[in-house]
């Protein structure tokens, strides 16, 4: 089974730039997640999907972060002005449903932003 | 607010030493349970789970946690560690009914075991 593929896997940029990552979840899982994970804290979630729609943004800055999931598949999370602050590693999961299943981890992408 | 606590932020081992991390969350309804390992330069794996039944879990490579509901607590525990169990492990918590949800981490614990 393949897993949860994520590009790029390191991306640098200048801030004020806008960057965009990609995430490709296991075929068939229903809800996808994109986390933040900066160094040295735990991952903190952005946005959840179920399906095409979004259950939770609650954390996502959407003064500059957005994402998508228009075919109910594949995701895309763009950072457009980036800041300093959002270097991090973004990570990408899947999950089958929501509820009591466990979620499955893309690599992540790591950014920094100098 | 609802969250998960990992008290230990670095811990340090010797092979063959016993190891006990602690997690602890806020949530008052039910909760699904799990414990997340990333290895150097590796995505996150799941080492093990809990949904219901026995509170005693057993995951991969001999770790077990125990679901303690009065305490809030599901702590991992392995009782001999070995060197290639350096890694950072993630404490993580599902809340919510199913329709919503969310999977929330602790801030995670390293260990490093000396060979």
């Known amino acids: 089974e393949a897993g949860v593929a994520q590009s790029p896997r390191y991306k640098i940029i200048e801030k004020r730039q806008s960057v965009a990552f990609w995430c490709n979840p296991i075929?068939?899982?229903?809800?996808l997640y994109w986390y933040q994970q900066i160094l040295g804290q735990g991952p903190k979630l952005l946005i959840q999907?179920?399906?095409?729609?979004?259950?939770?943004d609650s954390q996502l800055p959407k003064d500059r972060f957005s994402a998508e999931r228009l075919k109910g598949v594949d995701s895309t999370l763009k950072i457009q002005p980036a800041k300093l602050e959002d270097s991090a590693v973004y990570l990408c999961?899947?999950?089958?449903?929501?509820?009591?299943?466990?979620?499955?981890f893309g690599q992540g992408t790591r950014l920094t932003v100098v | 607010a609802q969250s998960v606590s990992q008290h230990n932020h670095h811990v340090i081992l010797s092979e063959a030493a016993s190891l006990e991390l602690g997690c602890n969350y806020s949530?008052?309804?039910?909760?699904?349970l799990f414990w997340y390992v990333q290895y150097p330069g590796q995505h996150l794996q799941l080492l093990l789970k809990?949904?219901?039944?026995?509170?005693l879990v057993k995951g991969i490579k001999g770790f077990e946690a125990e679901f303690i509901k009065s305490k809030f607590s599901f702590n991992l525990r392995k009782p001999s560690v070995q060197w290639s169990d350096t890694a950072e492990y993630f404490c993580?918590?599902?809340?919510?009914?199913?329709?919503?949800?969310?999977?929330?981490f602790g801030s995670g614990t390293r260990l490093s075991i000396r060979p």
């Open positions: 999961a899947s999950s089958q449903q929501q509820g009591n299943t466990e979620a499955f």
């Open positions: 075929s068939g899982h229903a809800t």
């Open positions: 999907f179920q399906n095409n729609g979004v259950v939770d």
């Open positions: 949530y008052g309804g039910t909760v699904n």
């Open positions: 809990y949904f219901s039944g026995d509170p």
């Open positions: 993580a918590v599902i809340i919510g009914d199913s329709s919503a949800s969310k999977i929330i």
